[in-house]
């Protein structure tokens, strides 16, 4: 079955950290850009950062320095590792397939989400 399956979220205090994981089934992982992806309430999906295979991890300017995006191919496994949190972070946070429009535009594999509040 291909499927995407997220994990790792939950309530945080500003200035801490959460860990988020992605698993992928199904498909050949290895061989895709994988996205990060946030929705808050009320607003559009905005990407995070995106890695591609073989390739160094890219951010959207507010979380560069905080968050690291990073892949074990041999695990299938996505990783979001998100630092300094603050509570304009908190959001559904979901892993695409792929990278760009057809991840924003909701026509890209993904999967249900993990929820990241930051508040005190």
């Known amino acids: 079955q291909v499927q995407l399956v997220e994990s790792g979220g939950g309530l945080v205090q500003p200035g801490g950290s959460l860990r988020l994981s992605c698993v992928a089934s199904?498909?050949?992982?290895?061989?895709?850009?994988m996205t990060w992806v946030r929705q808050a309430p009320g607003k559009g999906p905005e990407w995070v950062a995106f890695?591609?295979?073989?390739?160094?991890?890219q951010y959207i300017e507010s979380a560069k320095g905080r968050f690291s995006i990073s892949r074990d191919d041999a695990e299938n496994t996505l990783i979001l590792q998100m630092n300094s949190l603050k509570p304009e972070d908190t959001a559904l946070y979901y892993c695409?397939?792929?990278?760009?429009?057809?991840?924003?535009?909701?026509?890209?594999?993904r999967g249900p989400g993990t929820q990241v509040t930051v508040s005190s």
């Open positions: 695409a397939r792929g990278r760009g429009s057809s991840v924003l535009s909701g026509s890209a594999l």
């Open positions: 199904g498909f050949a992982f290895s061989s895709y850009y």
């Open positions: 890695i591609g295979p073989g390739a160094r991890g």
